[in-house]
């Protein structure tokens, strides 16, 4: 079964700090998405990437199609910022439909 | 403004009532989705629609009916509804095609009682 892996689980952080999460997947891609879910709130794009870096704002996504790995990075971190990313890729061949991680808590204190 | 609205926000069953999820995109995405979410799980697909007349299941369709008669409308029947289908409901929809970034519904908060 073709899976999607995210870690840390939970992540706590001071604001202002740098703050790393990763997605791993098992086998070819041709999309990955990272989403943000406010608590009780929808659902956001933030982005799209089959290769590559991708900037906006604060946030940065990158991508290693080689290592079947994507990480999305906050700088400067804010209380705002406190929320549930998630990680969804599109696996090569399966069209539109995406395969979704189970995402990571993120706590950032002020 | 553009995008994808679902239908009710809240909504409370008793076992065994029946009931129908709205959504609507006005995006013209031929591609629609419906997921749950779980604690602890990530979004798992219920039903999907490639376009207009044309349904597949997901991951976990047992229970539920779609139809796509329509490209903008995806409805979500709940044929009669168990407590094993608490859950937060999204709607999504996306160019078809892996270029394309998805549109979430704000999501819909159902408890079967």
């Known amino acids: 079964k073709n899976e999607v892996e995210q870690s840390p689980q939970n992540l706590t952080a001071q604001e202002g700090e740098f703050i790393t999460i990763n997605c791993s997947y098992s086998v070819g891609i041709s999309a990955l998405h990272w989403l943000q879910q406010h608590p009780g709130g929808g659902i956001v794009s933030l982005f799209m990437?089959?290769?590559g870096k991708k900037k906006h704002g604060r946030l940065i996504a990158t991508i290693n199609i080689q290592e079947k790995h994507s990480s999305l990075h906050i700088t400067a971190s804010h209380p705002r910022d406190s929320a549930v990313y998630i990680c969804a890729v599109h696996y090569t061949g399966a069209n539109s439909k995406l395969t979704f991680g189970k995402g990571i808590t993120l706590s950032v204190r002020p | 403004n553009a995008g994808v609205t679902q239908t009710p926000k809240f909504q409370v069953l008793k076992t065994g009532q029946s009931m129908t999820l709205q959504c609507a995109q006005d995006?013209?995405?031929?591609?629609m989705s419906w997921y749950r979410q779980d604690p602890g799980m990530g979004l798992r697909l219920i039903h999907y629609?490639?376009?207009?007349?044309?349904?597949d299941q997901g991951e976990v369709p047992n229970g539920y009916n779609v139809s796509r008669s329509t490209t903008e409308d995806f409805p979500l029947r709940l044929l009669s509804a168990a407590p094993s289908q608490t859950s937060v409901y999204f709607c999504a929809s996306a160019g078809l095609g892996q270029g394309y970034g998805y549109t979430f519904g704000s999501g819909t908060r159902l408890t079967v009682v």
């Open positions: 629609s490639v376009g207009a007349g044309i349904t």
């Open positions: 995006m013209n995405h031929e591609y």
């Open positions: 990437l089959s290769s």
